[in-house]
């Protein structure tokens, strides 16, 4: 079992700093058992950044003026711990600023609080459910971060028992419009 010190030893040694704005994606069962249980994985990231730096959990609105958007514009690593290829929520806005002949758009519905107390509203958004163009195969997301991966710009090592990697938000988003307009269009 490991320990909440040796977890932010780990982090540290992945490049993770205090100050840092982070976003995490992270599979509790590929870092393998830790002291305290999800709660010593998040006391771990929360000491690893320290009280100036931000853990950024997942978002559902992604495009232009999201909190997405102003993370990115911030300086946001994207620590990724044992997740599959396919999580990494920043490229979603590379689906936005991606340039492409057609995207695919659906219709949510959302509640949000209104002035007089909780409201459904419809939301017009790409799919980041299916994909904003029709693919053969396996999801893009996982093939663009295969390829990214293999550039080698990506902090890599273990966080507990999970292969992990730390990336430049900048990076990884600019990365992720260039492939998609090579790969989708």
């Not at 006391?43 to 993370?71: M, Q, R």
Request: hydrophobic share 40%; glycine share 12%.
């Amino acid at each position: 079992m490991r320990t909440r010190e040796q977890l932010v030893n780990d982090l540290r040694q992945l490049g993770v700093n205090a100050g840092d704005l982070v976003m995490v994606h992270a599979s509790l069962r590929a870092i393998g058992p830790v002291e305290g249980g999800v709660g010593g994985v998040l006391d771990s990231l929360d000491a690893a950044v320290g009280p100036d730096g931000t853990l950024i959990p997942w978002n559902d609105y992604y495009g232009p003026g999201s909190p997405l958007e102003h993370a990115w514009r911030s300086g946001v690593r994207v620590l990724r711990l044992g997740a599959d290829l396919n999580t990494v929520t920043l490229l979603h806005l590379a689906e936005y600023l991606v340039e492409l002949p057609s995207k695919r758009r659906v219709r949510r519905y959302v509640r949000v609080l209104g002035p007089h107390g909780p409201e459904e509203r419809t939301v017009d958004c790409l799919d980041d459910e299916f994909g904003i163009v029709d693919t053969q195969g396996e999801d893009y997301f996982g093939l663009l971060l295969r390829d990214y991966l293999a550039r080698g710009t990506a902090r890599t090592g273990r966080v507990g028992h999970a292969v992990s990697e730390l990336l430049d938000g900048a990076d990884v988003l600019s990365f992720g419009v260039q492939w998609m307009a090579e790969h989708l269009g």
